[in-house]
Nanobody, 133 residues
């Protein structure tokens, strides 16, 4: 059984930083699309960033100037570094994973990425991030 477990959410003041962690178990870590999503109060869930565990560049849907997604194969963990946080960043942050075969797309031969709206197979329970002004 595949499990994604997020941690690291907290309450911080505007301008602060956080590191979110997602650990995956129950599945071969190779060639997975993994990513971070968030849902603000009263809003729809949106994709933040994705990456493929088999290699390649990260893809940022939002916040490329303030957020950084990385992963550690040895720990089967995905991370999201949040910097210069704003009150609008408040929400529940979710980790998601899907098969690379389902979500990894190459619009151009030199550009491949994990597409956020194709990732819907495995989800974590979410971790709350609250940013106060």
């Amino acid at each position: 059984q595949v499990q994604l477990v997020e941690s690291g959410g907290d309450s911080v003041e505007a301008g602060g930083s956080l590191r979110l962690t997602c650990t995956i178990s129950g599945y071969d870590y190779k060639n997975l699309c993994m990513g971070w999503f968030r849902q603000a109060p009263g809003k729809e869930r949106e994709g933040i960033a994705t990456m493929m565990t088999g290699g390649g560049s990260a893809y940022y849907a939002v916040g490329e100037d303030r957020f950084n997604i990385t992963h550690d194969k040895s720990k089967q963990s995905l991370y999201l570094f949040l910097d210069s946080l704003k009150p609008d960043d408040t929400g529940i942050y979710y980790c998601a994973a899907d098969l690379a075969a389902a979500a990894y797309v190459c619009p151009k031969p030199s550009w491949c990425y994990c597409r956020v709206n194709l990732m819907d197979r495995y989800w974590g329970q979410g971790t709350q991030v609250t940013v106060s002004s």
